[in-house]
């Protein structure tokens, strides 16, 4: 996973100890790329985990965001700019 970040021309800028569950703690690098759905752009952190794991969507680039569930079709649906 660390080497597509570096392939996209992603650079860590600082560690940090993260928890996985089940005790396991981990030290890894963290970068903030700009990030950009239907049109929004955010900076967001991202975590260089090692080689081999699956890439997540964490919950803070989600939150960011501000997606609304639409239940129905079991998906995330863009608010930004209603009411």
């Given at each position: 996973?660390?080497?597509a970040l570096r392939a996209l021309g992603i650079e860590p800028?600082?560690?940090a100890?993260?928890?996985f569950g089940q005790d396991d703690v981990r030290k890894l690098e963290v970068g903030q790329p700009w990030v950009r759905l239907d049109g929004l752009e955010i900076?967001?952190?991202?975590m260089f985990n090692s080689e081999g794991s699956e890439p997540l969507l964490g919950p803070v680039t989600l939150e960011q965001f501000l997606p609304g569930v639409d239940a129905v079709e079991q998906r995330l649906i863009?608010?930004?700019g209603r009411g």
């Open positions: 996973m660390a080497s800028i600082r560690s100890s993260l928890g900076v967001t952190p991202v863009n608010l930004q």
